[in-house]
């Protein structure tokens, strides 16, 4: 009796293992259609079916996020769960983007078990967005980073980033391209390719954040080469959660330089090319007109080609503004 007992159990385990399904990727196929179906109204559709083989279900009933940026447009970001209605199995995360416009855009983030083709898709459908909705994927990326894993947030940046290219030059040049925009003493922008001696341009103390006008004593301009370049990407948010949803203020800088180019921080004096992702640098939020510490949201070496670089020698001080960003000068003066 106990042999039978034991066999039928054996036997039950066996036809378990075997219609049991292992996890799957989602396929091209099904990626395509799932970015391409609409929710009639995102406000209330929280479950929804369609082809009669899939289920979008409001992520963990989360509510969207809405972000503003420094242009003040505001857009909305929706995450659904995608999944196989015959047995449940996850397959993604469908995106809707709605700018402030009313336009909708969608893309699918892929399961971990989808065919590097599909991932591949997701990356050129995000970039497309992004060439039309500028930070598209680093917005996308701030709620990825809040409702998923590190892993996920991180996910939404590859296939864009540049590799670290062998052949760029690597030098004691501490520098800038020279279409970065210094602030000048009246609160214009000028390129740094066209400073001249005896421009007005401010700095700023790290310590209490006051500024002050200083004269250009000559703009250096070094050799062209294939200069490495360290571009960052600066970000600070602030974020309530409302009855509608998240609201999130978004305001952005993006600055480069050579590795090597220092750089001041809340932590202390560093250069762009030692900075970590999650450090703090030095911004100017233009609705306080104060100097406050944005965080390295991401950071990428490239290369851009043979050109001039250059810098500034001025009177006095110890930094310049580029491009919104406290960065130090070459040789600080006291």
């Known amino acids: 009796m106990r042999k039978h007992t034991l066999a039928a159990a054996f036997l039950l385990l066996s036809l378990y293992h075997a219609n049991a399904q292992a996890p799957r990727g989602i396929s091209i196929d099904e990626y395509q259609k799932a970015k391409a179906f609409k929710v009639a109204d995102l406000d209330n559709d929280t479950y929804v079916k369609f082809d009669n083989t899939y289920v979008l279900d409001r992520y963990e009933g989360k509510k969207p996020y809405f972000i503003t940026g420094d242009d003040g447009n505001k857009k909305r970001v929706d995450l659904y769960a995608l999944s196989a209605k015959k047995d449940g199995s ?14 909708q855009y969608a893309a699918c983030l892929p399961n971990n078990f989808a065919d590097g083709k599909v991932w591949e ?63 000048m003493a009246n609160g214009s922008k000028k390129q740094l390719a066209s400073i001249v001696a005896g421009d007005q341009v401010i700095t700023v103390d790290p310590a209490t954040g006051t500024q002050k006008a200083v004269t250009v004593k000559q703009l250096i ?114």
Not at 96 to 102: A, L, R, V
Not at 254 to 272: L, Q, R
Not at 308 to 326: C, H, K, L, P, R
């Open 121 to 183: 898709q997701y990356f050129t459908d995000i970039h497309a967005i992004d060439k039309e909705e500028p930070n598209f994927v680093l917005k996308l990326s701030y709620v990825l980073s809040r409702e998923f894993s590190f892993q996920a947030y991180k996910s939404t940046l590859k296939g864009g980033e540049a590799d670290r290219a062998e052949a760029a030059t690597y030098g004691n040049d501490i520098c800038f391209p020279g279409d970065e925009e210094v602030l």
């Open 221 to 334: 301009t070094h050799e062209a080469r294939n200069y490495a370049v360290t571009q960052l990407t600066l970000v600070r948010t602030q974020q309530a959660s409302k009855e509608q949803g998240h609201e999130v203020h978004m305001s952005i800088r993006k600055v480069e330089a050579t590795p090597n180019h220092p750089i001041t921080t809340p932590e202390g004096n560093s250069s762009f090319g030692a900075l970590r992702e999650g450090q703090q640098v030095w911004c100017l939020n233009k609705e306080t007109n104060k100097y406050e510490p944005y965080q390295v949201w991401q950071k990428n070496e490239t290369v851009q080609g043979t050109q001039q670089v250059y810098n500034m020698d001025a009177e006095g001080g110890s930094t310049f503004v580029i491009d919104g960003v406290m960065v130090l000068q070459k040789q600080p003066q006291k």
């Open 90 to 103: 996850n397959l993604g995360t469908v995106i809707f983007y709605t700018n402030e416009k009313g336009k």
